[in-house]
């Protein structure tokens, strides 16, 4: 899928075994474990591994010394930030077992005690949840009434009904009719059902807006697919020999051969929201030594960088920042009052929580130099509007733009327009893009020949594009 990743700062597996230890029938002390656990978080969010080693009884403290225990955990757990949240684990059999939620990553937290309560050995691993299916049916806003309905209702139900899915926003545009479908809560408990006006992040769909702008800027003459990027980049950059090879055109079809992230990506970054701090300073000094990964034309990879550079040149060449370009070139021609990088305190109200791939709550993403590549926010009445102008337009500044998008800049596999990518079935061609955010997915496909559109919003991470492709099979 064409999501945003979110950095990986915790590794794949950190796990400290501190001693070698055969558990025979010890007692365990599952009435001590909580008052444990509320220390040593303490401790964790202070650094204070001095004071965990001191919580180790002697055996604990022969088997690992001090100086090791402190790199591990300045290594591998203070940079997760301060513990937020943690819960026991109801399905182990350890009742010494907790997930513990730390600002920027979760681990499982497992340990055993002896009589006196002190840690014979203590294991951090990565926390998995465990995904099963809610006890009751989602509410919906689904009055099931007509054969459409029932088609979406069975197909959104094998989402909703997950553990670990929370809102879900569905549009359909048929026959120049839209319908809308709300299912789930915009906010855990808050029994509040999403509806056609509700905002959602929408993640990488931005990258269709950015290569709509492109394309107004392109029929107006100011600039060229062909044109090399360093024509519209400080002159700073101009000793990498690297830049001058990558044209327009390969920032908005993913052939640039620049990486999907800046290799300076994680200097300044906030795990949580790690976008928000890197700006052109730091785009501009990670493009002066970048290496390039393929040649640029000649192999799709898909690039945040690439797009979110692209944002930044369209900027440079109007004047205006990225946010101003959407809305005087899209937005405001269109009417679409609810999609924008930075929300409005009436829209905050609209807007929902959202939450990571295991149902917990987290931060939304905010954008700052790479806003063309995902910073966009949005409801599904208004990329129905964003369809449907996309399939006709009585508008025509904005009408040639999304004729230029749909053109073929990458004909191998994937097949890829101008930001959009195109997929075929029965000789038919659909435009389509998702997007994914560290608590949110989306995804919006088209076809300007049939006049029909699919829109999915989610505020769960975990994907929704089967539901789209699903539903579009149902309307064709």
């Not at 769909?205 to 709509?212: L, P, V």
């Not at 300076?264 to 928000?276: E, G, L, R, S």
């Not at 006709?392 to 040639?400: E, F, G, H, I, Q």
Request: charged share 20%.
């Amino acid at each position: 899928m064409k999501t945003m990743k979110l950095f990986k700062v915790v590794a794949s597996i950190v796990l400290l075994n501190l001693i070698s230890l055969t558990v025979t029938a010890q007692a365990n002390q599952p009435q001590k474990s909580d008052s444990v656990l509320l220390v040593i978080k303490q401790y964790i969010n202070e650094h204070n591994t001095v004071a965990i080693y001191e919580m180790g009884n002697e055996s604990f403290r022969k088997g690992f010394d001090k100086e090791k225990l402190g790199a591990f955990f300045e290594k591998e757990i203070y940079p997760l930030g301060k513990i937020r949240q943690s819960s026991p684990i109801v399905l182990s059999q350890n009742p010494e077992k907790y997930k513990l939620q730390f600002e920027s990553g979760k681990l499982e937290f497992s340990f055993l005690l002896d009589k006196t309560g002190k840690f014979s050995s203590f294991t951090f691993s990565p926390f998995k949840a465990v995904i099963t299916s809610k006890s009751v049916p989602a509410a919906t806003s689904n009055k099931l009434s007509t054969v459409l309905d029932k088609q979406v209702d069975s197909i959104a139900r094998r989402y909703i009904q997950k553990s670990n899915t929370v809102g879900l926003s569905i549009g359909v545009l048929k026959d120049g009719q839209m319908k809308t479908y709300g299912y789930g809560e915009t906010s855990k408990g808050s029994s509040k059902l999403p509806d056609a006006n509700t905002i959602f992040e929408i993640g990488s769909i931005t990258k269709t807006f950015t290569a709509t702008i492109l394309a107004h800027y392109i029929n107006e003459g100011k600039i060229s697919l062909i044109d090399p990027i360093i024509k519209y980049l400080p002159d700073s950059l101009s000793a990498n020999s690297e830049l001058h090879k990558i044209t327009i055109l390969n920032l908005s079809n993913h052939t640039s051969g620049l990486p999907t992230i800046p290799g300076n990506f994680a200097n300044k970054m906030n795990p949580a929201n790690p976008y928000i701090h890197y700006d052109e300073r730091l785009l501009f000094a990670g493009l002066r030594t970048c290496k390039l990964t393929t040649a640029p034309g000649t192999v799709y990879a898909y690039s945040n960088l690439a797009t979110g550079l692209l944002g930044v040149i369209l900027e440079r060449i109007s004047g205006k920042t990225y946010e101003q370009l959407v809305k005087k070139l899209i937005t405001v021609p269109l009417h679409m009052h609810n999609t924008s990088q930075r929300l409005t305190p009436q829209q905050n109200k609209q807007f929902v929580k959202v939450y990571d791939a295991d149902g917990d709550e987290i931060q939304p993403w905010d954008f700052n130099a790479l806003a063309g590549c995902g910073s966009l926010r949005s409801t599904v009445n208004d990329l129905l509007l964003y369809a449907k102008a996309n399939i006709k337009s009585d508008y025509v500044p904005l009408s040639n733009s999304f004729t230029l998008t749909h053109k073929v800049t990458y004909s191998k596999d994937p097949v890829v327009c101008l930001g959009w990518h195109l997929f075929q079935e029965d000789g038919a061609s659909y435009y389509w893009h998702n997007g994914g955010t560290g608590g949110s997915r989306s995804y919006l496909i088209l076809n300007t020949e049939k006049k029909i559109a699919v829109v999915v919003l989610s505020n769960s991470n975990v994907g929704v594009d089967d539901i789209g492709i699903s539903i579009l099979r149902k309307i064709i």
